[in-house]
């Protein structure tokens, strides 16, 4: 079991501090190894074999979920760690040296930043709202008339100055979101309204994460009543 030096466990510390996070929030417990094991031997021979070792693991927990980093090293002198939420593909970490598990430490707690300090768009959504409701039953073909798709035209450039105009949205961005809402109207061409509204819905939640809008409330709001005509008869 990797036991932290004084020196290696306030490099932890300092590191949480330098994210702005509270490290009265995390706790240390240990763990069982997922990487890391030791060959024990019993009277037994029957029952001797490699058993996973413990592990020191920092923890956190948020919305009553348990949010945790292990710091693991073997014979060899390879780092590791199990990570919740993970960072990378699959849940664990490996690392030759200790600087390596640092960065991969880092990587975790902006992840648990993120967790701690920003909106849930999609728990914002009103629950009875078009853009939230999927209907039992509808005409998955049901398509935008001609006159609808003019009214559409109309709705989505109100919606896409309200964002612009409310938020500080750096050129780039804006024209990313100006091409989004060319998109959406394209779309909205072909596709039928259940698939369009998914496909807005999505669209509508990457533009907030993009901007981390403080607003995100009041625009889905907006969406909601601007198109709910659209969806009434698939909601009923």
């Known amino acids: 079991m990797l036991k932290l030096t004084k020196r290696e466990r306030n490099e932890v510390f300092a590191a949480i501090e330098r994210k702005g996070l509270d490290p009265q929030r995390f706790s240390w417990t240990t763990h069982i190894s997922n990487f890391v094991t030791r060959y024990e031997e019993h009277y037994y021979q029957a029952v001797s074999g490699q ?8 923890v956190t927990n948020h919305d009553g979920r348990e949010f945790s980093f292990t710091f693991e090293r ?5 780092f590791f760690s199990s990570v919740e939420p993970h960072i990378n593909v699959g849940h664990g970490v490996r690392a030759r040296a200790w600087s390596g598990l640092i960065e991969a430490f880092n990587e975790w707690l902006e992840v648990i930043r993120y967790e701690l300090h920003e909106p ?3 728990s914002q959504l009103p629950c009875d709202a078009p853009l939230a409701a999927i209907p039992d039953t509808y005409s998955s073909e049901e398509r935008f008339t001609a006159q609808e798709l003019v009214t559409l035209r109309d709705r989505l450039k109100e919606i896409e100055t309200f964002i612009l ?17 060319v998109y959406l109207q394209q779309k909205a061409e072909t596709a039928s309204k259940v698939d369009w509204k998914n496909i807005f819905a999505g669209a509508i939640v990457s533009i907030l994460l993009t901007l981390a809008a403080d607003n995100a409330p009041a625009i889905f709001s907006l969406c909601n009543r601007l198109l709910i005509e659209f969806f009434a008869k698939l909601l009923h």
């Open 120 to 122: 849930d768009f999609w």
């Open 74 to 78: 073997n014979d060899d002198g390879t």
């Open 165 to 181: 105009d409310t938020n500080s949205v750096p050129g780039p961005q804006a024209i990313q979101i100006q091409q989004t809402f």
């Open 51 to 58: 058993r996973p070792e413990p592990a020191e693991a920092l």
